[in-house]
């Protein structure tokens, strides 16, 4: 059962990519399979390419993909509390990270730990060291994962929904973060989530994902101004905007489709406004327009999709 | 703590003096013995007075350090104290490390090569190992090991040679058990999310096995230990009796058999005075493993 | 047009979906399933049935009096004429003896762990739903007695009263529980704090009535999973007990006691021991194995728990 199907795209120095899509839809299996962390069962990969720097590193072994993460290709996750082992301090935690690919001794390796949580701006860094991760509030964790996916000076940083489980006002704090040291570091920077806010913040390039396919793919300003694919515009419908009708929210209406059961041609037809009949017999391929790629048959002109009466769905499944 | 052991021994005390039987003093009376000499001799040991006033005397001993002999041979309890006291700690600490250096190393592999021949085989062990009464796989080991291959001698202290049966069969219920739980720990724990961002920061594999999922997994573990010295207080009174290794167990089950009160007083008082600093320090050695109690 | 088509397609479509997600059957019915496919865990229980059987009828069909010493037959060895399982050192026919230390053994750890069950849940059910001063007074009872090893507590019992079963009963069960107590106590906890007990009292149900009726059959898998470890410990006790003198008193067979009987004759005769302990551990193994089943089915959050 291919759970993702079809998925390219490139990532340049010093620019941000963000994936974007519901829960579900393959956007962090997609980031694992670049550094090969899919866990094996279940998942495998079973076709495609992974390129860095011009070498192909699909195929390459354990120990040299080994060498790679962290030191040239880091990964960020979601909940930095679980992140983070519990029973070890984070100045021994980085330190780890340092060791594992550098030949530094004790000293050299916590000074650069210090250093580089000065960078990410944690007070007083060296007495930071000996703290445990429970001991630290979630928006510092966050920092002190960026950094040690950082210490080493990687090319590649990808991000799996590094702010989702922080409050908002952290979150920017967090966000303003990547961009400042992906400027630093001209640092290529693939960023996971499911938020459009914060896409707004930091991206230069949006490749939207849905039911394990990249549907849509532009720069972040044609992608707010000008949405293409009903989908895309489904989701800018479901910000709620200052400006806009506060009563009533948009959503999507339907689900997800279950990878078991997949509609037979374009994945998004069950659910879409303007869905025709070839949507159910062809496949859509991704084509291009101007720096635009579009998976769509039908694609429409953007308007704000209102808020339909909600119809409450009374045939609630009774539980047993 | 205090209230526990003071109450405990006056339980005891009442118990053992109110038993059916009487001293038959280790041969010093035979039950044959008429009335008479039973009463002289029971009034020659102060055992004629109502129980609460012996009690009492016997704290007042125990308070200037006489600890009582024991009725059978006259010996000083301070002196059984010290040989019984270290024998039974070199055969429970053999035993306890080697529980801990079978079961932990086949824990961690049974979950790592989960559900192969290698798990199937450890988990196999662990049951047998929990199943087979301890005096029974004596038996069966004296029989193999001593009366058929004459390898081992069955009984007796304090050689090495005479130390592996009796270590063996002490440990063997709390390998399996020890085993079990750090099998289904280390499961648990591989699970972890931190486990993928250790190995997202370039770790080689063994590195995050057994530096940080091993660590996490040992926690319970560790806590259990106070648990598992309790218990193998409980099976040592078996075991040591099995090859007559002259330990407190021995001696306690010796003593309540033949009714040597002081005896049998004092070394239970002692055994459960253990029991219950093995379970206190266990509390604390699981404070200082998990980092998230201790600094709390 | 188009339109009737692709309602038609998504309709055809949705159809199958609906298939996809069939009818949750109930939860003991799936446990029994679930249960039955667990190869192991039949065994085990197929072995602990046989033994009850045996406990139960086993003795009455016994061929011979098991105290009845024929001393012209003695010691001879399994498949003799007459004697399945042979005679031990004063003739007495094993088979016989085994019948009814099978019986012992199987009284004293359904027995004690019938007890212990029932003590403990109420204990712990009391415990974890009143909380405050009753929890504290009875946690205190139970973490005293739960890290003590039964053995010590049963020696000491039996020096008091004197051996024999009674002792051994007594020790027993008045260690066991506490293990009982601690789970039911913990479950319950946690079952407290859930929307149905909330709702049940809204509704005016009584204490009691919301313990029997809504928390009781949630803690009942639990009790039931330890059950069958408990009742394998019981045994182990009582046939270790009975090994050093202070369990079941001859001319009475208890397992244990007829393995520390025919220890003396191990070299030459060694059924005498080892048959009586075959027994015992598969016994033990089998409830070890259905408790194991029993765990996996009713409540993985006990993985790990021995």
Known sequence: MDVVRDVSFQLNDGETLALVGESGCGKTLTALSVIRLLPDPPARITAGSVVLDGTDITGVPESTMRSLRGDTVSMVFQEPLTSLDPVFTIGDQIEEAITAHRKVNRREARDMAVEILKEVQIPSPRQRLDDYPHQMSGGMRQRVMIAMALVLDPKVLIADEPTTALDVTIQAQILELIRAEQERRQLAVLLITHNLAVVSQVADRVAVMYAGEIVEEAPASEIFANPRHPYTQGLLSSIPSAAGDSKHLYTIPGRVPDPRVLPPACLFAPRCPYVISRCWHDHPGLEASNGHLLRCWNPQPFIALKAVEPEVDRSVATSE | MVVILAISSAVIFYALRSAPGGPSGGGVLSPLSSQEIRQAYEKRLGLDQPIYTQYFIYLGHIANGDLGTSLVNGTPITELLKTHARNSLILGLTALLLSYLIAIPLGVLAAVKRNTWVDQLAMGGAILGMGIPNFWLALILVYFFSLRLGLLPSAGCCDPPQLIMPALVLAAEGTAVTMRMTRSSMLEHLRDDFVRALRAKGLPEWQVVIRHVLRNALIPVISLTGLRLGWLVGYALIVETIFRWPGVGYLLVDSVLRRDYPVAQFFSLLLILFVLLANWFADIAYGLANPRIRVA | ?306
């Open chain 3, 1 to 306: 047009m188009a339109d009737l088509t692709v309602l038609d397609e998504k309709a055809q479509w949705e159809a199958k979906v609906e298939r996809l997600w069939t009818t949750r059957p109930s939860r003991w019915r799936d446990a029994w399933h679930e249960l039955a496919r667990n190869k192991l865990a039949v065994a085990g229980s197929l072995i602990v049935v046989f033994f009850t059987l045996v406990a139960i009828i086993g003795p009455v069909l016994a061929p011979y009096d098991y105290a009845k010493q024929v001393l012209s037959d003695v010691l001879l060895p399994p498949l003799s004429n007459g004697h399945l399982l042979g005679t031990d050192e004063l003739g007495r026919d094993l088979l016989s003896r085994l019948l009814l230390g099978i019986r012992i053994s199987m009284a004293v750890g359904l027995g004690t762990t019938a007890i212990a069950l029932s003590v403990g849940t109420v204990a712990g059910m009391l415990a974890g739903y009143y909380r405050g001063w009753v929890d504290r007074i009875i946690n205190g009872f139970v973490e005293l007695v739960w890290g003590f090893p039964l053995i010590l507590i049963a020696v000491l019992l039996i020096g008091a009263i004197g051996p024999g079963l009674t002792g051994v009963v007594i020790a027993v069960g008045f260690v066991n529980w506490a293990g009982f107590a601690r789970i039911v106590r913990g479950e319950v906890f946690a079952l407290r704090e859930k929307e149905f007990v909330a709702a049940a009292r809204a509704l005016g149900k009584g204490d009691l009535e919301i313990m029997a009726r809504h928390l009781l059959p949630n803690v009942v898998g639990s009790a039931l999973v330890m059950g069958s470890y408990y009742i394998a410990i019981a045994i182990i006790a009582e046939a270790g007990l009975s090994f050093i003198g202070m369990g079941a008193q001859p001319p009475l067979p208890s397992l244990g006691q007829m393995i520390s009987q025919g220890s003396g004759y191990m070299l030459l005769n060694h059924w005498l021991s080892t048959i009586p302990g075959f027994v015992i551990v598969l016994l033990v193994l089998g409830l070890n194995v259905l408790g194991d089943g029993l765990r996996d089915v009713l409540d993985p959050r006990l993985k790990g728990v021995s």
